[in-house]
């Protein structure tokens, strides 16, 4: 039968809007960063904003883990990717076990790997002044503990210590790769921050079961165990991320363990044994030390960087504490 002329322009308006669908569709999957390692910044705003955020992070780990394996960082072994940011305070070699220091070489690397990857999808920015000093350390488990140590707490002085302080680093990152994963847009942003939470939620597996396999040790002169000074620290970190518990040390309530069941807690998890999520603004509060997103400090003592963070240094003007 023939085909009549209202119908032949149906289909042609048809095979028009198919098409046009089909364009669409396209041009999103190609501005979305991509698998290749091009640079790509615009899947969309938001993605941009939150894989970017996360460098500040990313950046103390490795100069912690680099100076504490090797005794130098960044501008030794990778001077490109801090952009011509200022070098970190007080940052030295710790003295630490053959064991510790052959882990803590290996999370120095992939701290390393972890910097290109994000810089390969989102253009990034300079490293930022990071405070790594003794007396920074100090001062978090000064405020967790509400006593002044005697001696201070120095994170280099052995492997407990430098364990301990390790302990304060990616778990508060992992939190916000799962707080920002179901924001992202695009599938290759998910894809990359999966990829660095897997790896990020490893080195804070190992960190615990290292402390764990310690828990009972009475740390000196302090005399305080190492699973007291995971549950300072993790009640700290509550208490300046203001949105409940997002954080739970090495022994736990039985009510609090898995299911229920346990006491032991080497992995963190909600009564689901999910991972706990943090926005950019709860993680801004505890690594400022100041319980404020607003008012830089701590690791951080001219703010972090990026859209995010500066946002609220420009609206509301950075003090240190």
Same mark, same amino acid.
């Given at each position: 039968?023939?085909?009549?002329?209202?119908?032949?322009?149906?289909?042609?308006?048809?095979?028009?809007?198919?098409?046009?669908?089909?364009?669409?569709?396209?041009?999103?999957?190609?501005?979305?960063?991509?698998?290749?390692?091009?640079?790509?910044?615009?899947?969309?705003?938001?993605?941009?904003?939150?894989?970017?955020?996360?460098?500040?992070?990313?950046?103390?780990? &490795?100069?912690?883990?680099?100076?504490?394996?090797?005794?130098?960082?960044?501008?030794?072994?990778?001077?490109?990717?801090?952009?011509?940011?200022?070098?970190?305070?007080?940052?030295?070699?710790?003295?630490?076990?053959?064991?510790?220091?052959?882990? !803590?070489?290996?999370?120095?690397?992939?701290?390393?790997?972890?910097?290109?990857?994000? =810089?390969?999808?989102?253009?990034?920015?300079?490293?930022?002044?990071?405070?790594?000093? %003794?007396?920074?350390?100090?001062?978090?488990?000064?405020?967790?503990?509400?006593?002044?140590?005697?001696?201070?707490?120095?994170?280099?002085?052995?492997?407990?210590?430098?364990?301990?302080?390790?302990?304060? !680093?990616?778990?508060?990152?992992?939190?916000?790769?799962?707080?920002?994963?179901?924001?992202?847009?695009?599938?290759?942003?998910?894809?990359?921050?999966?990829?660095?939470?897997?790896?990020?939620?490893?080195?804070?597996?190992?960190?615990?079961?290292?402390?764990?396999?310690?828990?009972?040790? !009475?740390?000196?002169?302090?005399?305080?165990?190492?699973?007291?000074?995971?549950? %300072?620290?993790?009640?700290?970190?509550? =208490?300046?991320?203001?949105?409940?518990? =997002?954080?739970?040390?090495?022994?736990?309530?039985?009510?609090?363990? &898995?299911?229920?069941?346990?006491?032991?807690?080497?992995?963190?998890?909600?009564?689901?044994?999910?991972?706990?999520?943090?926005?950019?603004?709860?993680?801004?509060?505890?690594?400022?030390?100041?319980?404020?997103?607003?008012?830089?400090?701590?690791?951080?003592?001219?703010?972090?960087?990026?859209?995010?963070?500066?946002?609220?240094?420009?609206?509301?003007?950075?003090?240190?504490?």
């Amino acid at each position: 039968m023939a085909v009549t002329k209202e119908r032949r322009s149906l289909l042609v308006s048809m095979v028009m809007v198919l098409f046009f669908l089909f364009n669409v569709q396209l041009l999103q999957v190609m501005s979305c960063p991509n698998d290749q390692g091009n640079q790509a910044t615009s899947c969309t705003d938001q993605d941009r904003k939150l894989l970017e955020f996360p460098l500040n992070l990313e950046y103390l780990e &490795a100069e912690f883990f680099l100076f504490g394996a090797l005794g130098f960082g960044l501008d030794t072994v990778a001077p490109n990717l801090t952009m011509g940011g200022p070098s970190p305070l007080g940052a030295q070699k710790a003295n630490l076990d053959p064991l510790t220091r052959d882990v !803590v070489l290996q999370f120095a690397w992939q701290e390393v790997g972890h910097l290109r990857a994000i =810089k390969k999808t989102v253009k990034g920015f300079a490293r930022p002044q990071l405070d790594l000093s %003794k007396k920074a350390f100090a001062k978090v488990m000064d405020k967790a503990f509400g006593v002044k140590f005697v001696p201070p707490f120095n994170p280099y002085a052995n492997s407990y210590n430098y364990l301990i302080a390790s302990y304060l !680093v990616p778990y508060v990152g992992l939190t916000g790769y799962v707080g920002a994963n179901p924001k992202l847009q695009c599938p290759a942003s998910r894809k990359l921050v999966a990829g660095l939470l897997g790896v990020e939620s490893g080195q804070d597996a190992v960190i615990r079961t290292m402390l764990y396999a310690r828990a009972a040790h !009475v740390v000196y002169p302090y005399g305080i165990t190492v699973a007291a000074f995971t549950d %300072k620290i993790s009640d700290f970190r509550n =208490k300046l991320g203001k949105a409940g518990v =997002k954080d739970e040390g090495l022994v736990v309530p039985k009510a609090m363990g &898995a299911e229920g069941q346990v006491v032991g807690n080497v992995l963190v998890g909600n009564e689901l044994s999910l991972s706990y999520d943090r926005t950019p603004e709860e993680i801004l509060r505890i690594v400022y030390g100041s319980g404020n997103e607003s008012v830089p400090g701590g690791f951080y003592p001219k703010g972090a960087d990026g859209e995010i963070a500066k946002s609220y240094l420009v609206t509301t003007g950075s003090t240190e504490v």
